[in-house]
């Protein structure tokens, strides 16, 4: 299908804002609004931006088999209890399903671990968001992977900055085998070693230095909100466009769930343990943070 068909379905969709305390659509029910209507191609990419939600659900069917699943998912806890019993085999169901390549390593590794009694520094949800990463950033859209490796960065420089603050080992937590990643696990440098290399680095850095966690999460949204906007200027009516606004209706989702005291509350209580210089306390962060 070419982009230009998606001229009416884009053509009507709604101005929103990240400050909008009512949205038209939840996420979830634009996702099901839309997904007939694009090419398979188009849908794998649709499919491939909720996959953060489906790694959720993964991580809870290891952990927890009887909890309820996030929605937001496709694949089902039966079709998951299928895939860790057998990681090699294509779930089958009589239906097309889609089991990412991925999620076959991280089971098959997880599982070789715990046969051993092996136990990683690096938390599983971390191993298994590095695969996605790396996965995602392959999808042949160039759009789809920037925003995953803009995303990627980030987050790394994020966690960088917090290990150094806390004296944790970067090694430990940062995720991906990008030369990006190897600087921000190794340099001893402000920047990492990456100079200009990068555009967004002074941004981030200074967005890291606020004290107030929704301060902070909010200038990182609004980045994430401009860059959508600055990627999709001259693709007014292709599926970047689409996804973009999906992207950004997310972002504003966020914002009208997000308990501010809670959150504010939660960072105060989990750098207090960082400062004690416990070993888990910037996992038990990032948990408690996960979006």
Not at 26 to 54: G, M, P, W
Not at 175 to 204: I, K
């Amino acid at each position: 299908m070419m982009s230009s068909e998606y001229y009416y379905l884009i053509a009507g969709l709604p101005n929103i804002s990240i400050e909008d305390s009512k949205l038209p659509y939840t996420v979830l029910e634009f996702r099901e609004e839309v997904a007939h209507q694009l090419s398979e191609t188009d849908q794998a990419l649709l499919r491939l931006l909720f996959l953060k939600f489906d790694n959720r659900n993964l991580l809870q069917q290891i952990r927890y088999p009887d909890g309820k699943p996030d929605l937001q998912g496709s694949i089902t806890p039966d079709e998951f209890g299928e895939l860790i019993r057998d990681p090699e085999q294509p779930l089958s169901d009589g239906r097309k399903k889609y089991s990412p390549d991925y999620m076959k390593t991280f089971l098959l590794v997880y599982l070789a671990a715990d046969e051993k009694e092996e136990q990683s520094v690096i938390p599983r949800e971390d191993r298994l968001a590095a695969l996605y990463y790396e996965y995602a950033m392959q999808c042949g859209n160039a759009f789809v992977a920037a925003w995953f490796e803009l995303n990627l960065h980030i987050n790394n420089l994020l966690t960088a900055i917090t290990c150094r603050k806390y004296g944790l080992n970067r090694a430990d937590y940062i995720v991906g085998d990008s030369e990006y990643a190897q600087l921000f696990r190794t340099s001893g440098a402000r920047d990492f070693g990456l100079g200009s290399a990068w555009e967004y680095l002074p941004a981030v850095q200074r967005i890291a230095e606020e004290s107030s966690l929704l301060v902070r999460e909010r200038k990182l949204d609004r980045l994430k909100w401009d860059w959508l906007e600055e990627h999709t200027v001259f693709k007014t009516f292709t599926v970047e466009s689409l996804l973009a606004w999906l992207l950004k209706l997310e972002l504003a989702e966020r914002w009208t769930k997000l308990d501010g005291e809670a959150g504010e509350q939660a960072f105060r209580r989990i750098v207090g343990v960082m400062k004690t210089g416990s070993s888990n306390a910037l996992e038990e962060f990032k948990r408690n943070n996960k979006k």
